[in-house]
């Protein structure tokens, strides 16, 4: 069963209206950001780390993950556990990108073998694109969460 939803979220998320909606859009750069200095409004105030963006996330958020190369791959000591609900026409959107909002590019988040799922999701509406998880001595994703 969490495989089917992790592939229906997977499809879902190329469907054109979620992209079409309008986000407040946050910045995560592993290589250059700061989760204690950011602020996370662009990208040169980038915060750090995913998790950062999505503890303060509220519904409409974009959090933009950009990865540059491996040597920046987001490495987790724990889970990274998403609480905040977006809402059906204000999802909340954890996406990677390489160079440019949008590219395409794939943010890797790897779990480190330090928690059974890379993501742990307590809360609705959001949508994954363009990221590789990895690491998990589990699933990957735990919506059961």
């Not at 054109?16 to 950001?33: I, K, V």
Request: hydrophobic share 40%; with cysteine.
């Amino acid at each position: 069963m969490r495989r089917f939803l992790v592939w229906f979220l997977a499809l879902w998320c190329t469907w054109p209206l979620p992209c079409a909606l309008a986000f407040t859009e946050r910045y995560t750069d592993y290589a250059n950001g700061n989760d204690t200095t950011g602020d996370g409004l662009l990208e040169s105030t980038a915060w750090k780390t995913p998790e950062k963006c999505l503890d303060a996330a509220s519904a409409g958020w974009r959090c933009n993950a950009q990865w540059v190369d491996s040597t920046y791959t987001v490495v987790l000591s724990a889970s990274m556990t998403i609480t905040v609900a977006g809402s059906l026409d204000s999802p909340i959107v954890l996406q990677g990108y390489t160079t440019t909002v949008g590219d395409g590019g794939i943010c890797i988040i790897d779990g480190n073998s330090a928690a059974a799922n890379v993501l742990a999701i307590t809360s609705t509406d959001h949508i994954f694109r363009d990221l590789e998880l990895k690491g998990s001595t589990g699933d990957a994703v735990d919506m059961d969460a």
